[in-house]
């Protein structure tokens, strides 16, 4: 070893090359990534070691690769994807495309590695249960392991399933890069290299609530292979961002005031990523610490104001009432009080934030292009804008597909960074966070206290509701005004009650900012909801089953807030009665069991005018471009563009190039809500309509439209019967446990979406979303200390997501009860996965052991498994 080690290099081989690296590097990633410009490893969490995503070859062995320091490796044999044999290669990326094993694929090359070492070992002896053990070392917040492990299985027994090509709506084709992602191939935003790139790190607060008296930049600023140093004094426009209020600041000035452990001081540029975060620690703040508000039923009526720059501590309040809650609770037999808590979640997608920023110069004037992976580029563009006080045109944003977000890359992490950096010095800069920083920055789950009272008569049917509800949404707004109204619109589930009065409150604290997360409210006020309805079933003297059965929404009746449902809602019944003969096997064979019903919105809403557009273009070279306005971060709705253009069009799928930036107006507001699909669809297939019309005419952008804008806003005065959504989706999940051990043995998640686009990669996405909600259910959390404000698990383990030896069985069943008046009637399913999730968990641990539960999560969160 000693002849491959110097004071300032190390040697070793990578895919059977003889390289030599310098020894700063803080581990064996670092090396392959940052010198030798090997990027199938991807970084998620280093250097500790806990989501499996850097994962290659040591001579032979399977080892998480930010885990080595290179003083171990000097001499190794190291193997990256990039050199496996090509017939493996060729195999392994069949077999997940055919299975549909991927969604974002940021796990996926490091679970390949894991793979093909356990296939080398024990080949078609190789059983998924044993290979879920082994797994231990990585974590897949899309999938819920379920089509990985069919994909391993598939590679070890060497029977890889025919692959199908997209065709059109309906198809099981495999996914749109699907290889690319599978093998790592294709790169994510730190994947990218330029010549001349710098790097940035960021220096965040050592306080949440705390006056910046001085920023000593001095000794970041000397520190070798440092540009630069910026902080607030040099920004030259607005210092404020946000999706709906602008009230999140870049930075945080000398006389500013800190508001949350994400906020950002200063920003270090440097020639190297090393140098960056070296310098970046160097900076020197002086603070004047204050109290941090922390409790959000206090801060309500709190005499200090917990954010810089607001005027109080009520960030929104969202209320409505119908009949005489009053009298009907008086009338009726039977009535349940309960107060519901659930908890602070973190995202955990596998990619951590990255933005890349090329200035330019174009027509004579200075450009700025961005890679972004943010959930809403256009968003991104205008606020960079602000920011640098130049108009949109300056700025082109380029989505980039990311490795995951469920609502969690909708604001704005390091994107005016980079680009404040890039545009002072006029040379291209990145900034990507390290996982800790992710914890500390991006917005999280709104925990939520809910006090439900709940009445119905002698047979069960539902009376009267009445919900109060205050939510954490820490400092920033974000979308937590957003999240409460979705909360309180989603109060009753999807039950018909006739009288109704719920009041939501969004409280700002010094907590970590909340905002938008895969279900956005619904989750947590269903698990109340369901609650409530199971503690009556049992006051009546009749099944969890049979009580949601009595009270199920129709068509033609009033729901929450007073819409008038159409057909669509014809789903809710037929997901309930798709369980129901399982439900009744589970009790026979002497089971516990729970069930759970829920609904959930596609789109905005609440009077929001949405507007969507796709361009199609014929280039003359032969392929077809599909622009669209919506970002691929796993849920396939480039493959549902491409499955659109290739239903209205009839042109080969290999033709066909999806595309997403800021070059045309294209885009309006966020992709989230479940409604890429839903008006994705419908935009592309308008503009294929207008190709078609204009004979397909190369060279030429046609141009399509779909728009929702006659919904109408929560508590609307004068309005009996508001149209709240314009589309709903709806599922039944049955929830089965060991009496014995109150271990979950299977989940059976049936689910109305419509018209399933692309089926495979729908059931996928129920499979991932019911992962997470049991996580959410029984074992996650994102606690902040109430002295400090500052989370206090900031480890990828320590968030208590279950691997994958922990998922029980996950069987699917496809509804598809057409949406009136959608493209194809499609409904959406990002985010319905999980909200009956909590519920019916809740329902089959009451069988259990007699107790209900009324706290999130319901088990302390433990070990998701060890690494062979």
């Known amino acids: ?370 890679y972004s992976g943010g959930q809403g580029i256009w968003d991104d563009r205008n606020d960079i804008a602000r920011v640098l006080g130049v108009d949109n045109e300056s700025i082109t944003v380029e989505l980039v597909t990311n490795g995951g977000a469920f609502g969690g890359k909708e604001d704005m992490s390091n994107q005016a960074h980079a680009a404040l950096a890039a545009w002072l010095l006029d040379k291209p800069v990145k900034c990507t966070l390290s996982r800790e920083e992710s914890l500390r920055i991006h917005a999280k789950r709104h925990p939520i206290t809910m006090t439900y009272e709940a009445a119905c008569d002698t047979e069960g049917r539902l009376s009267a509701l009445r919900v109060r509800a205050i939510g954490d949404s820490g400092a920033y707004a974000s979308v937590g005004m957003k ?136 280039n003359s070279s032969g392929d077809i471009e599909v622009r669209h306005g919506w970002t691929e971060m796993g849920q396939g709705i480039n493959t549902v563009a491409l499955q659109v253009a290739v239903e209205e069009l009839g042109v080969d799928p290999g033709r066909v190039r999806v595309i997403v930036d800021t070059t045309r107006e294209l885009g309006l507001g966020q992709t989230t809500g479940s409604r890429g699909t839903l008006m994705g669809a419908g935009a592309v297939r308008a503009a294929c309509l207008t190709a078609r019309a204009e004979d397909c005419a190369p060279d030429v952008d046609h141009m399509g439209e779909y728009r929702v804008d006659w919904t109408t806003k929560l508590g609307e005065p004068g309005v009996e019967n508001p149209t709240i959504h314009s589309t709903f989706g709806y599922a039944a999940q049955l929830v089965i446990a060991d009496r014995e051990t109150g271990k979950i043995e299977r989940v059976l998640a049936a689910h109305d979406v419509g018209r399933a686009v692309n089926p495979t990669l729908c059931e996928g996405q129920i499979e991932g979303s019911v992962h997470m909600g049991l996580g959410y259910a029984l074992t996650e959390d994102f606690p902040s200390d109430p002295q400090t404000g500052f989370p206090t698990n900031m480890t990828l383990r320590s968030l208590g997501i279950l691997r994958a030896k922990d998922v029980p069985v996950i069987d699917v069943i496809l509804v598809e009860s057409p949406q009136p008046n959608s493209p194809y009637g499609i409904k959406g399913v990002g985010e319905i996965g999980l909200v009956p999730t909590a519920g019916a968990v809740a329902a089959a641990l009451h069988e259990v052991d007699g107790q209900w539960r009324n706290q999130l999560p319901m088990r302390a969160a433990s070990d998701a498994g060890d690494a062979d």
């Open 1 to 370: 070893m000693a002849n491959n080690l110097t004071s300032d290099t190390v040697a070793f081989s990578v895919n059977g090359t003889p390289v030599m690296v310098s020894a700063r590097h803080p581990h064996l990633l670092s090396a392959l990534r940052d010198e030798l410009d090997i990027t199938s490893p991807k970084d998620g969490c280093s250097p500790s070691g806990q989501c499996g995503c850097c994962t290659v070859l040591v001579d032979g062995k399977a080892v998480v690769s930010c885990q080595q320091p290179l003083t171990k490796i000097s001499g190794a044999e190291i193997t990256t994807l990039e050199g496996f044999a090509v017939d493996e290669r060729k195999r392994f990326a069949s077999a997940f495309a055919a299975c549909g094993g991927l969604q974002c694929g940021f796990c996926i090359p490091g679970i390949v590695v894991r793979a093909k070492a356990q296939i080398d070992k024990k080949g078609a002896a190789l059983k998924s249960t044993d290979m879920a053990r082994h797994l231990g070392a990585h974590l897949c917040r899309c999938t819920g392991y379920v089509k990985i492990l069919e994909a391993i299985d598939a590679v070890a027994k060497n029977n890889i399933p025919v692959r199908q090509q997209c065709g059109g709506i309906g198809s099981r084709g495999t996914k749109y890069e699907a290889d690319e992602l599978a093998l790592g191939d294709r790169g994510y935003v730190d994947d990218i290299r330029l010549p001349g790139m710098l790097h940035a790190a960021l220096h965040l607060t050592n306080h949440a609530r705390a006056d910046i008296v001085t920023i000593d930049t001095s000794a970041a600023a000397a520190h070798p292979g440092v540009v630069a140093v910026h902080t607030a004094d040099d920004i030259p426009g607005e210092l404020r961002v946000g999706i709906i209020h602008k009230d999140w600041p870049v930075m945080i000035p000398v006389g500013g005031r800190t508001s949350y452990a994400g906020d950002v001081l200063a920003i270090v540029v440097a020639n190297d990523r090393i140098a960056a975060r070296e310098a970046a620690e160097l900076v020197q703040v002086t603070y004047k610490p204050l109290r941090p508000i922390t409790d959000a039923a206090a801060a309500i009526n709190d005499s200090e104001v917990a954010v810089w720059g607001t005027d109080d501590n009520v960030l929104s309040t969202s209320s409505y009432s119908r009949g005489d809650v009053d009298a009907a609770i008086a009338n009726s037999t039977h009535v349940v009080t309960e107060t519901f808590k659930t908890q602070r979640i973190e995202h955990a997608f596998l990619e951590p934030e990255s933005t890349l920023a090329v200035p330019s110069v174009r027509n004579g004037r200075r450009h700025l292009h961005v």
């Open 483 to 618: 999240v409460l109204e979705r909360m309180a619109g989603h109060a009753s589930g999807p039950y018909e009650v006739p009288n109704i009065d719920v009041q939501a409150v969004a409280a700002r604290t010094n907590n970590p900012v909340c905002g938008a997360f895969r279900g956005f409210g619904a989750n947590q006020a269903q698990f109340a909801m369901e609650g409530v309805l199971d503690r009556l079933a049992e006051r009546v003297g009749i099944t969890g089953w049979e009580i949601r059965k009595r009270n199920v929404i129709k068509p033609g009746r009033v729901w929450g807030p007073g819409q008038i449902m159409d057909d669509g809602c014809l789903g809710a019944e037929i997901c309930l009665d798709a369980v129901k003969d399982a439900y009744d096997a589970a009790h026979a064979a002497g089971k516990a069991v729970g069930v759970g019903l829920g609904l959930k919105n596609s789109g905005l809403g609440n009077g929001f005018k949405e507007v969507t557009r796709a361009v199609v273009r014929f």
